[in-house]
């Protein structure tokens, strides 16, 4: 099953692009690429998915080169209201139980 | 608001009690899903629901028992819990298994 590794926690300010990076070297050829954010004592909520180049839409960026072994989500201009974990998932043959969820990165929003 | 509710959203119980955690879905979606999230862990799957068949259950305590009467609730009956049980409950729903997931809010269970 393909595994994530993501950092632990960042850093920064009200204004700011902040861009995560998950590194997945073994995703497979169907594999494809999610990113959900959680607030404290609520669930995770999805954000973005992908499975190469680049998606765009109405809260975030991800970026993935050619060689899919990582993903970089990029949220532009930061707010207080995105401190959350955000989480990368990495889809193994396209099927929701087949998901490993790590411990996802800690993003604190400074103002 | 995802459309995904989950009662109740705190529970305290003894370790011999029995209570039952509710999931209701207004989205129309297929397939449902019990994870657990304990402090500093990751989410762990316990149970998947699709077209009201199990089709995942990942080697989850007989403790814990699924019950999905209708497409649309999700019941996770417990009985006889431990204390490391302590946990946020979080239910999900999709239009498929390989579809996007909406949570809900989570029930927090606290076992004495």
């Known amino acids: 099953l393909a595994k994530t590794t993501q950092p632990i926690s960042m850093d920064s300010y009200e204004g700011q692009e902040v861009n995560i990076t998950c590194s997945h070297n073994n995703i497979a050829t169907n594999d494809y690429i999610t990113w959900y954010q959680q607030f404290p004592s609520q669930g995770p909520r999805f954000i973005i998915q992908?499975?190469?180049?680049?998606v765009t839409n109405e809260v975030a960026s991800l970026f993935i080169p050619a060689d899919r072994k990582s993903s970089t989500l990029s949220l532009p201009r930061v707010s207080l209201s995105d401190t959350a974990v955000y989480y990368c998932l990495v889809g193994e043959s396209n099927s929701n139980y087949q998901l490993i969820w790590g411990a996802g990165t800690k993003l604190i929003i400074k103002p | 608001e995802t459309g995904v509710t989950q009662t109740p959203r705190h529970l305290v119980m003894g370790m011999t009690n029995k209570k039952s955690l509710k999931c209701e879905q207004h989205?129309?979606?297929?397939?449902m899903y019990w994870y657990k999230q304990s402090a500093k862990k990751p989410l762990e799957l316990m149970f998947v629901y699709s077209l009201e068949e199990r089709v995942e259950n990942n080697s989850v305590p007989s403790r814990f028992s699924p019950e999905c009467p209708n497409s649309s609730h999700l019941f996770l009956h417990l009985h006889t819990l431990q204390p490391e049980d302590s946990a946020l409950y979080l239910c999900a729903s999709s239009p498929g298994t390989t579809d996007t997931q909406y949570f809900g809010p989570g029930t927090r269970l606290t076992v004495l």
């Open positions: 992908g499975y190469k180049t680049k």
């Open positions: 989205l129309g979606h297929n397939a």
